[in-house]
């Protein structure tokens, strides 16, 4: 029996559609108002004529023999089902189109986070990291099919090769899910802690190399002997005696100073905290300021490098590390702090308020507003005083 004189049965059959060549309509009769369409170009197709919302439609199902009669029928169902409940799988349909995968979605979420980081090279690693380990494993997966089980193999290979970064990947890769979430595309986060039940790694403090504040003022006199650039060798030591972090000396500029109160006030987008501080400044940096006042250029800057940028932290270090001190830059914080508890008898409020820390609970920090400035200035004068009067006499810029 030829194709031609093949004769339809009530109900359609896998043979049937395997040899139906003759173009037409061929109704299922299961009475989801699925059939068949052969077209004279010798397309064939699954089509569903469905009502949804008093309005008919024709939904495609997928072509022969990708899509098998029994798939299909069951296709067909599950639409029929839906919109019996009120659904409606012609939008269900456009939206997982619309859906990305992972890798598309991480991409998105990049471009829309990165004007919110500060930091050029966190926006940077964000996706270089998830490239390196998180896309080879599961980018290409839409990104509401992605598991936990797959997110946690990949950070468990990650741990193996770079255990710093795997750390951070958990929070990116959340990142995208969280966007996914506001976006509609999927509606949950398998990224969380509960969910991916990772082992805990055992993480030994890293404290940053700090030289005793007995050696600090040595330190000061040697930088200052140092053929480095001016603002180089003052910005440390306004660094010191500031007891501030490196970027906030490194971009502090002239509009943050008030030299007739002797006051510099760091604006909070450039604080860890992300609050303004307010700091007292010593008569030696004010010294410090109007040497510094002789570099003035047009960046506004109060240490501006040899091109009229800002001088970077690894400068800073760099310096300190040639000239023989195992410390790092941020670790003159701890000289000073150490200092002010051997000592000196400042309440531990004034000195943590120097660091520009929060002290006590969420109660205490409520009600306790004040930054104890006018204290924090004469602490800071003592500080500067136990500088210039240490054994190693700090041989000043003139």
Partial sequence: MTTDTLAKPKALTAAFVKLVTEPGK?????????????KPTGGRF??????????????????????????AREQALENKRMVRSGGDPLREKRRAKAVLTFEEAARKTHAELSPTWKNPKDRAAFLS???????????????????????????????????????KLVYRVSYVFKWGIAEGMCSGNPSTADALALPQVERKPKHR??????????????VHASKAWTATKLSIEFLILTASRSGEVRMAHWDEIDMDTATWEVP????????PHRVPLSGRAMEIL????????????????????ALS???????VKELGFDADIHGFRTSFRTWAQ?????????????????????????????DVFEKRRNMMESWAAFLSESDAKVTRIG
């Avoid at 061929?26 to 052969?38: N, P, R, S």
């Avoid at 000196?344 to 006590?360: I, S």
């Fill in 26 to 38: 061929y109704h299922d009769g299961k009475g989801t108002g699925l059939f068949l369409l052969v």
């Fill in 46 to 71: 699954w089509l569903q004529r469905i009502t949804i919302r008093g309005k008919r439609r024709e939904l495609g199902l997928g072509s022969p023999p990708v899509v098998t009669l029994a798939e």
């Fill in 129 to 167: 990291t998830l490239e390196t380990y998180i896309f080879p494993h599961f980018g290409s997966v839409p990104l509401p099919d992605v598991t936990s089980a797959d997110i946690r193999q990949a950070i468990l290979a990650a741990r193996e090769k770079v255990p710093h970064v795997a750390r």
């Fill in 209 to 222: 190399k700090a030289l005793a504040y007995s050696e600090v003022a040595g330190c000061i006199e040697t």
């Fill in 268 to 275: 909070a987008e450039r604080m860890k905290m992300q609050r």
């Fill in 290 to 309: 109007g040497e510094a006042a002789k570099l003035r250029d047009g960046s506004g800057l109060v240490f501006p490098s040899v091109r009229g940028k």
């Fill in 313 to 319: 932290d690894m400068t800073l270090s760099k310096l």
């Fill in 342 to 370: 051997e000592r000196t008898n400042y309440p531990r409020e004034v000195a943590e308020a120097a660091l520009a820390h929060k002290t006590g609970d969420a109660v205490e920090q409520a009600y306790a507003r004040s």
